[in-house]
C-alpha cells in the first residue's frame, strides 16, 4: 500500500467578469449540475465569478436556465478643479450615480431582450439567485461610500427591497455555479488588511469574460457641493 498518497483535485476554470465590466454570461446546459467542462468552449463552464471587490459592487442574478447577469462594478466621484477621485460619496453624487448605473442596466438587459425590471414581476428564480458583495459600502468614518448607492440601484432595478436581499459586506468576491451552489467567499485578511482575492482557491481558475455580450460598468461622477473639494 502507498504511504501518503495525494489524491489529485483538477483544477476548475471560471469565468471572471474583470473590474469595471458586466453582461450577460451564456450557458450551453440548462443545469449546471450536469455541465461538462471544455476549455475550449466558455459556454461549457458553468461558473462565474468576480474578485477583488473594494468599494465597487460585484453582482450576478439569474435570468434564465442558461443565462445570467455578472458584473464587477466600479465608481469613482472625481473632485472639481484637482486630477484626484474618491470613492466616499455625497447624496446627491450618489443619486447621480445611481441613475446612471440603473440606466446602463436598463440598456445592456433591454439590448439583449431580457427585460426584468418591472417591480413585482421578477421572476422567483432571480430574485433567489441574487448575490451582491462590497466590502467597502462604508468609510472606515462612517461616511458612505459609491457602492451604497450602486446596490440601490441593482435593488431598484429588480424591484427587490434591501432588507430582504441584503449586500454581503464581508466578502471581496464570488464564485458560482449558474443556478447552483456557491464555491467561495473571498473574505478580508485581517492580519495584511487587504483584499484575499483568490489566493486561496488555487483549484479555480479565471478566465476573462469577454465579448459583445459584456460591456463597461465603470462609472465617473462628477462631484457636487460641498464635498467637491
Known amino acids: 500500500m502507498l504511504k501518503n498518497a495525494t489524491h489529485h483535485v483538477p483544477r476548475q476554470v471560471f469565468r471572471l467578469l474583470k473590474e469595471g465590466t458586466g453582461g450577460l454570461v451564456y450557458f450551453h446546459h440548462a443545469s449546471s449540475a450536469t455541465m461538462p467542462t471544455d476549455p475550449k468552449d466558455p459556454t461549457l463552464t458553468p461558473r462565474v465569478g468576480v474578485h477583488d471587490i473594494t468599494t465597487g459592487l ?38 447621480d450615480l445611481k441613475a446612471q448605473v440603473s440606466d446602463r442596466l436598463h440598456a445592456t438587459l433591454s439590448r439583449m431582450g431580457h427585460n426584468v425590471c418591472n417591480p413585482g414581476v ?4 432571480t430574485k433567489r439567485s441574487l448575490m451582491m458583495v462590497c466590502p467597502g459600502m462604508y468609510h472606515k468614518d462612517g461616511a458612505e461610500q459609491v457602492g451604497v448607492y450602486v446596490a440601490q440601484a441593482v435593488w431598484e432595478y429588480l424591484g427587490l427591497e434591501r432588507e430582504r436581499y441584503p449586500v454581503d459586506e464581508g466578502s471581496s468576491g464570488f464564485v458560482l455555479e449558474h443556478l447552483g451552489r456557491p464555491l467561495m467567499f473571498p473574505s478580508l485578511s485581517a492580519q495584511s488588511g487587504v483584499l484575499g482575492g483568490l489566493k486561496h482557491l488555487e483549484m479555480l481558475v479565471p478566465r476573462e469574460e469577454v465579448g459583445e455580450h459584456i460591456c463597461g460598468f465603470d462609472f465617473e461622477i462628477e462631484a457636487k457641493g460641498e464635498s467637491s473639494e
Open 58 to 95: 460585484g453582482v450576478y442574478f439569474a435570468l434564465s436556465e442558461r443565462c445570467c447577469f455578472t458584473a464587477h462594478i466600479t465608481a469613482h466621484v472625481r473632485n472639481r478643479n484637482s486630477s484626484t477621485v474618491r470613492h466616499t460619496i455625497s447624496n446627491l453624487e450618489g443619486l
Open 122 to 125: 421578477t421572476r422567483p428564480y
